[in-house]
Structure formats: structure tokens, C-alpha cells
């Protein structure tokens, strides 16, 4: 069903598996998150200090990766019809992301000693390559060590792997019809496990809000809330529709309330934001918003600006504040955004293009290889 009416809509375009406004929506998600850290994540390091951080685009907008979460559940659940075997999914996946968070990791050290100024603090050291590369944040605790942030932005990339890994293995163990129910249900699992842990004291329950953590459950409401308005979408059921409103309703409610209790200006905003997405796929001119070309153009960078933004633009903040005291406060991001805009263009118009190309024809020519000596 999906397939016949998207033929007629604005928003699918001729690229297999793109839907071109989506683009657009992750432009506005780190447009949102790189606006964040300029102006409110750092007040302590940055030399105009809090003076926009009440600002509530700026204050908030960390939720540009709940957006995230949201388009990246509407966009697997295709993926994984597209995609044949579990393996050849994950592999798919690590493709399109390792190549950039190789390129992002070897610059960000080669840029240490300019970039000195992290707001992160300790400065990395070999290990701290391990969990970017890999995907995985549970190596201090397998190792039993600290090992310092390379990026402290790359935790969303933890859990989108994660999400990957137990979506596909729901795909591909226990078919399609499966897949949207167990995400829903892995959500609910981590609300009802919250509250019964810290609201009613069920400490019998610990080692299992334990297990919720280690996955990161909280925030599989928003991959849920994309897998299910993909559904409804495909399939024109409003029971669909209606389980993505209570898992975006369930999701704004619990966003941060761990660390920062109930805020009604949050849920609010998360609702906002999950707002422009249902509705993208249902207006004709917001899609057209969405598919501006400045909007489709971070879009398309969004994902390597989002690994090598966060320290170095909060360094070069301070070196241009120290070097050009003349220029306005508000303005002394934009050169540094500017910069780093530029080098995530090139990472993703040319750098990633030929590192994936590179190690595609390496690992699928070793797989002929092997294939013939079995033979």
C-alpha cells in the first residue's frame, strides 16, 4: 500500500529506500543539536557563559535526537524488507556508519593539540578509539577500567546500534509481523520496570532495570514510534497510528525524568517535534519545507557533522572569542559552525564515499575468495 500511494506523493523520490524529506528532517535534528552545544551545552567553557541558554531552540535542542530515533525507526523497518539476511543487514549498517566514525576518530586526534580546549576534559588516550569503533560503550566495564571520551556525542551511535542488532534479530528469527510488537514491547518493559524500581521500591526487579539499561530500552519508544507510523503508513491500519501517538506520548512523558524529573516545557517540545514528523508524511507543503535545499543539505551531512561537531567547535569558540573580542557573541559559533560544516561536506561528498567503496570491494572480494577455495 505504501509503495502505490508514495508513487504519487512529493516525498519518495527515485533513489531505492529514500525518502527525500527524511533528509530534511535530519537537518533540522542536527541543526537543533549543533545549535545546542553552541549556545547551552556548555556555559561553563564557552566565553559568553549561559547568556542564550534560556533560549528554548537553543535549551532544547538536544531533542533534534529523539528526531533521530524517530526517523531512523521508520527508515530500518524498510530497510529490513529491503535487506535478505540478518548478516547482510548488519553489515549494510556498519558500512554506511563505520567509514565517517573511522575518518571523524582520526581527525579528532589528529586535532588534539589545536583543539585543546575539550569541554569533555580529560583528554583521550588510545582506548578511547575502542567504543566509537566498535559501536559499543560497554567496554569500561569488560575491561574494568576507565577509558575517556573521545566524543561525548557519539552515545546516541551506542544505542542506534543496539537498536539495529535487536531489530534485526527480531526481523530475521521471528519475521516481519513480529517486529513493531517487540520494539513496543521492549518499551513498555522499561516504563513498567522504571516505575515499579524507583516509584513503588520493587528492588527484586533490579538486576532486570539493570538489563533495560544495558540496552538502552528508554529510548526504543521513538525507534517503536518510527517502526509503528511506517505501519500505518504501509498498511493505512489506524491501530498503527494510534500505538505511534501513545508511544510518543509515553516517550515525551520520559524524557530525562530519570535525571531531571517531569518537565512539562520538555514534553511539550518532544511532542512538538514528534508533531513535524507524523505530520510530514501528511502535508504536502511541509514536505516541500522539508525538502529545501538548505534543509536537504545538512541532511546529508548531518551524520559526520554530528561525530566531529561537539569539541572542536566548542575550542574554536574560544580561540575566535579570544583572537576577535570585537566580534558579538551571538555570531562567534557561526565560524567555527562554518568550518566544521565544510569538513563534515567533504567527509560525506567524498572521504566516506571512497572508504566505504574501499572496504566493500576488500571484504566482498575475500568473500569470493573463500568461496572459491571452499568450492
Not at 549543533?34 to 557563559?49: E, I, K, N, R, T
Not at 576534559?121 to 560497554?138: E, H, R, Y
Request: proline letters at 4%; glycine letters at 4%; charged letters at 15%.
Amino acid at each position: 500500500m505504501l509503495e502505490d500511494t508514495v508513487k504519487k506523493s512529493t516525498f519518495w523520490v527515485t533513489q531505492p529506500m529514500r525518502i527525500l524529506h527524511l533528509d530534511g528532517l535530519r537537518g533540522i535534528a542536527i541543526i537543533l543539536v549543533v545549535l545546542f552545544h553552541a549556545y547551552a551545552g556548555w556555559p561553563s567553557q564557552v566565553p559568553y557563559g549561559n547568556t542564550y541558554a534560556d533560549v528554548t531552540v537553543f535549551k532544547l535542542g538536544w531533542l533534534g535526537v529523539e528526531l533521530f530515533f524517530l526517523v531512523s525507526g521508520f527508515v530500518i523497518s524498510i530497510t529490513l524488507e529491503k535487506t535478505e539476511t540478518f548478516s547482510l543487514f548488519i553489515y549494510k549498517r556498519w558500512l554506511r556508519l563505520f567509514p565517517a566514525m573511522l575518518i571523524a576518530t582520526v581527525l579528532i586526534y589528529a586535532t588534539l593539540a589545536i583543539f585543546h580546549e575539550r569541554p569533555d576534559g580529560i583528554p583521550p588516550n588510545l582506548l578511547s578509539a575502542l567504543p566509537g569503533l566498535t559501536f559499543m560503550n560497554w567496554w569500561p566495564k569488560l575491561l574494568n577500567i576507565d577509558i575517556p571520551q573521545l566524543e561525548v556525542a557519539f552515545w546516541t551511535l551506542y544505542i542506534e546500534f543496539k537498536f539495529y542488532v535487536i531489530a534485526g534479530l527480531t526481523y530475521y528469527l521471528f519475521g516481519k509481523k513480529y517486529l513493531t510488537p517487540v520494539l513496543v514491547f521492549l518499551f513498555a518493559l522499561w516504563v513498567v520496570t522504571y516505575g515499579l524500581t524507583t516509584q513503588l521500591e520493587f528492588h527484586s526487579l533490579q538486576l532486570l532495570a539493570n538489563i533495560n539499561d544495558a540496552l538502552s530500552l528508554k529510548h526504543f519508544g521513538w525507534f517503536a514510534a518510527g517502526s509503528t507510523c511506517y505501519r500505518y503508513y504501509q498498511t493505512g491500519d489506524r491501530k498503527w497510528m494510534i500505538t505511534t501517538l501513545l508511544l510518543i506520548l509515553f516517550s515525551a512523558l520520559s524524557v530525562r525524568v530519570e535525571t531531571e524529573g517531569f518537565n512539562l516545557e520538555v514534553t511539550l517540545s518532544a511532542l512538538a517535534i514528534s508533531a513535524l514528523f507524523i505530520l510530514s508524511f501528511k502535508l504536502t507543503f511541509l514536505q516541500n519545507m522539508l525538502q529545501s535545499r538548505l534543509l536537504i543539505f545538512f541532511g546529508t551531512i548531518s551524520y559526520p557533522l554530528y561525530l566531529i561537531h561537539n569539541n572542536a567547535m566548542i575550542s574554536m569558540i574560544i580561540k575566535i572569542e579570544a583572537s576577535a573580542p570585537w566580534l558579538h557573541s551571538f555570531l562567534t559559533p557561526y565560524p567555527a559552525i562554518i568550518v566544521l560544516v565544510l569538513a563534515a561536506y567533504i567527509i560525506a561528498n567524498y572521504l566516506e564515499p571512497w572508504l566505504s567503496r574501499f572496504f566493500r570491494f576488500q571484504i566482498e572480494s575475500n568473500i569470493v575468495k573463500t568461496k572459491a577455495d571452499m568450492s
